[in-house]
């Protein structure tokens, strides 16, 4: 049997845009990206600390160190620029995957750089 389980998040990110005119997906700083493994059009989920908003998109890689983090297409409705978000992914893992599994945690300061990483937060 496989469960799902928090992969990754980037805790506390503050929106920098919205584009409503945009296909759809949050972009998400590449060097964040890397950070947490999150992958190119991979799922994320998005909860929005400001109004309470949660939805799943797909992530796409804005420039490394521009510290963008935009809502785009639908998604620009669900928050504004200056809400903070916590980004995660999620992975199915089996019995014997769980005795290792360690979520990636990003903690971000005000400008959406790299703070602390590590375990679940």
Do not use: C, W
């Not at 190119?40 to 989920?45: I, M, N, T, Y």
């Not at 983090?69 to 998604?75: E, F, T």
């Amino acid at each position: 049997m496989q469960r799902i389980f928090l992969k990754a998040k980037i805790h506390r990110a503050r929106v920098t845009a919205t584009r409503l005119d945009y296909e759809g997906s949050l972009s998400i700083d590449r060097r964040l990206m890397k950070e947490v493994d999150i992958a190119p059009h991979e799922q994320v989920g998005v909860y929005n600390l400001a109004n309470g908003e949660r939805f799943d998109t797909y992530a796409i890689a804005a420039p490394e160190g521009s510290g963008e983090v935009s809502l785009n297409g639908a998604a620009a409705r669900k928050g504004q620029p200056g809400d903070l978000i916590i980004i995660a992914t999620y992975a199915l893992l089996d019995e014997e995957e769980l005795a290792t599994h360690q979520p990636k945690v990003l903690l971000v300061d005000e400008e959406n750089r790299p703070r602390t990483s590590g375990g679940a937060a």
